[in-house]
């Protein structure tokens, strides 16, 4: 009987490709707690699996959870799915990491975390059930290496804590594609850590803003505290820094005179390191690919609207699809009328505009371009106007380039959309009327799309107001509507729980999310889930003045 059953094991696993693999560890995985009972039920298919892309056991998991899951997933949502503890998927994370080196998975930045996704190429030969080849590093172009770390970057602006790990990978892809002189040169210097990231820095701000240096508060918003970016910019200037020592960078100078808080690369390395990048430096016309979130890696996320705000951004989501835009477009045009949509999401901190506009740009299929108004407030002494009217133009260059009209945020627009000074004595006061009121034209005169988000719209200046065609109001969500969110975001709530929160406290969701964060992290520290007491005093610390510091009734 034994031997029967090897002989059909043999003959099934003759049968086995990879989905159906896959679906088998998958579904075998659900609650298992990847006990010794799982990993004996499904030890022919993870080996199967392992020996066909030559990845470990565990790999093999996690990717058959990730190939078989709707979106990105996190560690601690592989482990909630196998009911595994969560140490041990972070005892491997670096085989996951390693998953996301070899091109099999990729990295997905969410709102708040940093998870995971099969790629899109990888999934396409499982479904076909033919051989998966990744691009070979040695076939990588200096491009190619250079938009892999600019990703990185953008995803460190979102999340510091990953510096480690980004600076990792940056130096991992390099030693894969030392056939480059882009990577050859990086590599072989004396630099460390920081002084490569402060050079690619400099780099990225050159190809995509075509700037002609970068300043000391640009890289210092980007890098981590952590990594001792502070003591690094203060010995910049002297002549024992790495980067100025090997004429790697030096001060940018105007009309002879040297600005100790802006560098730019020097001659010798943009004819030398970056010959490679040569025609993507010098252009004028900029990369402007790279500039754009795609809309196929933002993950998808339900939203809770009250009545009112879902029949408003329903009726948006229908105006910007793309069978509908073109066509609203000519005809506004042929009636002489302009032809640029220019929205105002306005309301409370909290309550969804941002994610919004992020759900807008993955229903629609438009890449969104958004603008750093920090970044924007600190140049507007000196240089604004020019920066101003380069990033409209920029954006204009995206709208002819594409066949799907990108959307330009401007999120958190307080800074850019409040009254304007009338103070014209002030130098800063008259600088930033002037720049507001190259947006006000800029705005009269676009061609397409453009989303303001803002928290304060007592404060707008009324010219604002009025070049707004769609404002769209986000209120606080209504008991029946914050009831919906507490049900999704903790769903271990019985429903009278999850109306008492929604009656006792007037969350957002966005502090409703919160709550159920803490919640999971704390149930991840003291192996427990927390019981509605606990979900209550999340709520008092969460915002004290904003709760009607009701007692739930059916708490004792």
Known sequence: MVKKERKMTKKKLESFTLASAFEMIYEKSCESKLSSEFFDTCNDTISFVSKELNVTPFQSIMLAILANSEGSKSLNDMSSYTKCSPIRFLTHKNELDELHYRHFVQWCMTRYSLEYCIRDEFMEAIINNIPYTPKKYEDYTAYDVYTKIIKWIEILKRDESLYEEIVKNVRRILEATKHLTFSKDLLTSEMNDLAMMVILLTVKDKIENNSDYISSSEILRILPEESGIKSFIF?????????????????????????????????????????????????????????????????????????????????????????????????????????????????????????????????????????????????????????????????????????????????????????????????????????????????????????????????????????????ICFDKPTVATRKQIWEAMLPSLSGEEARSLAESYDFSGGQIENIARKQIVDSILYGHNQDISHVMSYCQSENIRNSKNKRIGFIN
């Open 235 to 471: 010995v910049l200037n002297a002549s024992t820094c790495i980067l100025i020592k090997e004429g790697w960078i030096e001060n940018y100078t105007v009309n002879g005179m040297v600005e100790p808080d802006k560098f730019c690369l020097t001659d010798k390395v943009l004819e030398t390191t970056f010959v490679e990048l040569k025609e993507y430096i010098d252009t004028k016309n900029e990369t402007i690919s790279n500039s754009l979130l795609m809309p196929d890696v933002i993950v998808e996320k339900r939203m809770y609207y009250n009545e009112r705000e879902l029949e408003e951004i329903e009726r948006l989501t229908q105006l910007l699809s793309i069978d509908r835009f073109k066509d609203i477009q000519q005809r506004l045009k042929d009636a002489n009328m302009r032809t640029g949509f220019t929205c105002l999401f306005y309301g409370s901190p909290g309550t969804g505009k941002t994610e919004t506009v992020l759900q807008l740009s993955r229903k629609t299929g438009r890449p969104i371009f958004q603008v750093n108004i920090s970044e924007m407030k600190s140049k507007w002494v000196g240089e604004s106007e020019k920066k101003i009217q380069g990033l409209f133009s920029k954006y204009e260059a995206m709208v002819k380039k594409y066949d799907v009209c990108p959307i330009l945020l401007f999120n958190e627009a307080d800074a850019i959309i409040n009254k304007r000074s009338n103070n014209t004595d002030a130098a800063v006061d008259k600088m930033e009327n002037a720049c507001q009121n190259i947006i006000l034209q800029a705005m009269e005169n676009l061609s397409g799309i453009m989303i303001a988000t803002t928290n304060l719209s007592n404060n707008m200046d009324s010219a604002f107001e009025r070049r707004f065609l769609y404002k």
